[in-house]
């Protein structure tokens, strides 16, 4: 049940929320000392589980996609251990959707990948990257097909939609581009299976991993994927009627909560051990599929027209310049992820940055992702990182860090 010492009146005291007014939030409430205040106004967006996140003892959010997204229930590595040995219930409906209808709708999304959507099928899911005319990453979102002409672009935090109509305007295509009320939550965890069937029944064990299927709870209307970004078994529970948001959380948790769910929110721990790119962490139109080990997913040779193709093609023949590598980083437990950019050296010679950086409590290290210079290094070497409390020494090591070998990757 949610905390009482956590719920509405405690929040009240400090302004009105849920679309009628600002909401002081006072960081020392979420155990941060700078600034000192949050203030929820209506430039930002609320996601339809705004006022449940709230209700169930929320502390902490980050804006993603030009809305709120939850950042944290309490302490990280309790989150990390629920996730891995329970479940956990997210709001991640930040994660937009771009709706690409019409009858030139499949001819236009292949347009905007390089992975080759030709084999993609109803009721698919497929992790794919969209790139400019540099090679350059601008998402690497979820693609759903809803129907032969219709398909769900589902978004890490980037301005997709607009790209998406910009390209639209130019083209002679017959599309129609819009944002669907469509809000998504991820339900994660080994215990996910049993939840589910709880709510809908035995048969959503027939859903198959990067899948997708309508569904309902207590009539109101899910599309429901065997998705997550978590690398662990989970499932993504989009809500197509925004007003039904605090409803279909509460469902959610009453049906879990004896199963060991609790509200949380996407593992920092939990997707570095995966190697999960983080969009703008990780990735941005400054970085190409081939140095995140994402050139699995261009076909620089399809018949099919993509934005940076030639690029593509260019970048592939000469070798990437970069590459991202895993590093255990020596020292005391990293128990906050980085806020910043950290140089690494080789010897004395600057090699490239790390992006993301935590401790891992299952490996008992402090483990990395950085984009370094190809060639540079490889797996075993040393390197020192610096980081804001001074210089640490590091490992070079293969990714991912973790890898249960199950199906929670990516297709």
């Known amino acids: 049940m949610p905390d009482p010492q956590l719920s509405y009146p405690a929040f009240a005291a400090h302004g009105k929320f849920g679309g009628y007014g600002p909401l002081a939030f006072p960081m020392h409430r979420m155990g941060m000392t700078r600034p000192t205040d949050f203030i929820f106004g209506t430039q930002i967006r609320k996601s339809p589980f705004f006022d449940a996140t709230m209700k169930w003892g929320v502390k902490a959010f980050s804006v993603y996609n030009h809305m709120y997204l939850p950042r944290s229930f309490g302490d990280e590595v309790a989150n990390f251990w629920t996730l891995v040995n329970d479940a956990i219930l997210c709001d991640v409906a930040a994660e937009r959707q771009v709706e690409i209808a019409g009858p030139d709708a499949a001819r236009f999304m292949q347009l905007l990948t390089p992975r080759d959507l030709s084999g993609m099928e109803r009721g698919e899911c497929k992790y794919i990257v969209l790139t400019d005319q540099r090679g350059g990453i601008l998402n690497d979102p979820i693609l759903l097909k809803l129907a032969r002409d219709r398909f769900w672009i589902s978004l890490a935090d980037s301005d997709v939609l607009l790209w998406a109509k910009g390209v639209a305007v130019h083209g002679d295509m ?50 429901v994927s065997r998705t997550g970004w978590s690398k662990e078994f989970g499932y993504e529970i989009f809500l197509l ?65 993509f934005i940076g193709k030639a690029a593509l093609r260019a970048i592939r023949q000469a070798g990437p310049r970069r590459r991202q590598m895993g590093l255990v980083i020596e020292g005391e437990p990293m128990h906050e992820a980085n806020s910043d950019y950290w140089g690494v050296q080789c010897g004395t010679q600057a090699i490239g940055k790390v992006t993301s950086a935590i401790h891992s ?5 402090n483990i990395a992702l950085a984009l370094l210079d190809a060639g540079s290094v490889a797996s075993g070497d040393l390197v020192t ?27």
């Open 174 to 223: 017959q599309v129609f581009i819009s944002e669907p009320d469509a809000s998504p939550l991820q339900l994660q965890g080994p215990k996910s299976a049993a939840i589910m069937q709880r709510l809908l029944g035995d048969s959503i064990t027939d859903l198959e991993f990067f899948h997708h299927r309508q569904a309902e709870v207590d009539r109101i209307p899910l599309r």
């Open 361 to 365: 409590p299952r490996l008992e290290q």
């Open 241 to 305: 009627d925004h007003r039904r948001g605090e409803e279909l959380w509460d469902r959610i948790m009453a049906a879990g909560e004896p199963l060991g769910l609790k509200p949380g929110h996407t593992s920092t721990i939990r997707r570095i051990e995966g190697a999960l790119l983080s969009y703008r962490a990780d990735a941005d139109s400054r970085t190409n599929p081939y140095e995140l080990n994402m050139g699995w997913m261009v076909d620089p040779h399809m018949q099919a027209d």
């Open 385 to 411: 990182v610096r980081t804001p409390d001074g210089p640490r020494a590091a490992e070079v090591v293969p990714l991912p860090f973790y890898d249960p070998g199950n199906d929670s990757g990516g297709d």
